[in-house]
């Protein structure tokens, strides 16, 4: 698990041996799965225990950051 991006208290993070597609999981209070999806919006996969404020937070902290997160999931999964 490396951990790419901190924002609103929340830490996105890409598991090396993880699956496609290619996707983050965001991790606070609970955990959100996102799939990245290029040049699309991301959407949300999976959600444990997290509140729908902190899902928003996730999916604009991984939509703002998308095309970098793509790019870390290329290079680790490549």
Request: glycine letters at 8%; aromatic letters at 6%; zero cysteines.
């Amino acid at each position: 698990m490396i951990t790419i991006l901190r924002a609103y208290g929340l830490r996105v993070v890409i598991y090396q041996f993880d699956h496609p597609p290619p996707h983050v999981h965001v991790a606070g209070d609970g955990e959100v799965k996102i799939e990245l999806v290029a040049g699309g919006k991301p959407r949300v996969l999976n959600v444990r225990g997290m509140k729908a404020g902190d899902v928003r937070k996730a999916l604009e902290a991984v939509a703002s950051n998308q095309d970098m997160l793509l790019q870390m999931w290329s290079e680790l999964h490549d």
